[in-house]
């Protein structure tokens, strides 16, 4: 009896121990998550194929989800890449903004958010109305990355898109399954990162899809010449 409790127990602080180190292994991979996107966009000095709708959600569902989870008091290792990713998907809003000649909306836009982040994370917002705003999460989180899809299958590409910031935010949202349940238990972040989970495949199932195709049509160019 003994030899199974602590084998439980064991497990448990396995699994807690686990969760700690992805928890801040993907607070460390977000530094530099979306520095890839963003470098690619100023060297090309463009955003095309980006959907700005589609950035403008996924900062909504970002800031929502850092805003309840500071509030609500969660772990830093279980929501801190929100910070992060927050602030990269900011500049990516602004870059493309700014590239399309909407360089005074980037502005006007840049304020208003400030504004809003502030009112979100110091009290003054009720926690009850941060709540609604991560359960919103989930259709947004969808709604964001399949307009990002949608752009990519009717463009017939993936434009500007970094195939490195794509496959690391599949693999974050992934983990971010597992230690949402160990370090937090809230159904609403546990589905979000499910929904982002198989939203960001299917951005990825494209980018490999697509990158195949420009592959395969630089080999007849090759043949043709």
């Known amino acids: 009896m003994i030899d199974i409790l602590l084998s439980l127990t064991d497990v448990a602080c396995f699994k807690t121990t686990l969760s700690k180190f992805l928890g801040l292994a993907i607070v460390g991979g977000s530094l530099l998550v979306k520095i890839p996107q963003i470098l690619k966009i100023l060297k090309n000095k463009s955003g095309e194929g980006i959907n700005v709708f589609s950035v403008l959600l996924d900062l909504f569902a970002i800031t929502a989800m850092l805003s309840y989870s500071f509030m609500r008091g969660f772990p830093f290792s279980a929501w801190g890449d929100a910070v992060f ?84 935010l599949f693999f974050g949202s992934l983990a971010r399954i597992f230690t949402s349940i160990q370090e937090t238990g809230d159904t609403a972040m546990i589905t979000m990162y499910m929904c982002s989970t198989l939203a960001n495949g299917v951005i990825v199932m494209q980018l490999l899809y697509y990158w195949n195709i420009d592959v395969k049509s630089k080999e007849k160019v090759k043949k043709r010449e």
């Open 85 to 168: 990713l927050g602030f990269q998907t900011l500049i990516i809003a602004i870059l493309v903004m700014h590239y399309n000649g909407d360089t005074i909306k980037a502005t006007a836009f840049l304020a208003a958010y400030l504004a809003v982040l502030f009112a979100a994370n110091s009290g003054l917002t009720p926690i009850h109305v941060l709540w609604t705003c991560q359960t919103m999460n989930i259709p947004i989180v969808l709604i964001s990355k399949f307009s990002q899809a949608y752009t990519n299958y009717s463009n017939g590409n993936t434009g500007q898109l970094s195939a490195v910031t794509c496959f690391m």
